[in-house]
């Protein structure tokens, strides 16, 4: 069993910065697959990073968007850069041994309770 717990959202505004942490109990955290996924009033939940052994990212963070895991530390971060109000979500971190589409939710069978993340512009 995994626990994941998410934070460091929060307001910022447009062209700022922010980093989210996902913080994971279970001996297997390292061996999985981990990602982020954001949530926008209205939308879809959408894929946004991951990183099994590399990373990987949806088209609208790429470049702005930095994932990276501590495995000793049994944690992975969002480091959000050139944030625009688009970007305003609830953002969850997923594990799980993933395999196949890795941008569908169905692929992940652990979720953080999700971090706000607010863009003012």
């Known amino acids: 069993q995994v626990q994941l717990v998410e934070s460091g959202g929060g307001l910022v505004q447009a062209g700022g910065s922010l980093r989210l942490s996902c913080a994971a109990s279970g001996r297997t955290f390292s061996s999985y697959a981990v990602a982020w996924f954001r949530q926008a009033p209205g939308k879809e939940r959408e894929f946004v990073a991951i990183?099994?052994?590399?990373?990987y990212y949806a088209d609208s963070v790429k470049g702005r968007f930095i994932i990276s895991r501590d495995n000793a530390k049994n944690t992975v971060y969002l480091q959000m850069n050139s944030l625009k109000p688009e970007d305003t979500a609830v953002y969850y971190c997923a594990a799980g041994p993933v395999s196949g589409d890795y941008t569908q939710r169905d692929r992940y069978n652990y979720w953080g309770q999700g971090t706000q993340v607010t863009v003012s512009s």
């Open positions: 990183i099994p052994w590399t990373a």
